[in-house]
Nanobody, 123 residues
Framework: QVQLVESGGGLVQAGGSLRLSCVVSGGTFTTYAMAWFRQAPGKEREFVAVISATGGSSNYADSVKGRFTISRDNTKNTVYLQMNSLKPEDTAVFYC????????????????WGQGTQVTVSS
């Protein structure tokens, strides 16, 4: 019943920016910790960022700290990932994920996933 739909991916040059959005329908968005993961070809799914249900705290993978910002608007049932200073190694399919209440960095802890949106960073 809970559905997540990502958007905002695309092709950008190194150093550029993108903002991803994930709209959540069904369930109670305000009780969900929300996360972004990414997966590059031939690699395992990788944690990127997570934000608490209230938006009061967030955590990031070391590889994106200082460049990416996760945020949420609980009035719009939407979580965002602002990506700045993009690098070619950021190229991946980015996925939005949700779980009840508690934040986690482990993909196995998330049971609701979006379809993914492609981010490609050219050099």
């Amino acid at each position: 019943q809970v559905q997540l739909v990502e958007s905002g991916g695309g092709l950008v040059q190194a150093g550029g920016s993108l903002r991803l959005s994930c709209v959540v329908s069904g369930g109670t968005f305000t009780t969900y910790a929300m996360a972004w993961f990414r997966q590059a070809p031939g690699k395992e799914r990788e944690f990127v960022a997570v934000i608490s249900a209230t938006g009061g705290s967030s955590n990031y993978a070391d590889s994106v700290k200082g460049r990416f910002t996760i945020s949420r608007d609980n009035t719009k049932n939407t979580v965002y990932l602002q990506m700045n200073s993009l690098k070619p190694e950021d190229t991946a399919v980015f996925y939005c994920a949700a779980r009840s209440i508690w934040t986690s960095k482990a993909s196995r802890d998330y049971t609701r996933w979006g379809q993914g949106t492609q981010v490609t960073v050219s050099s």
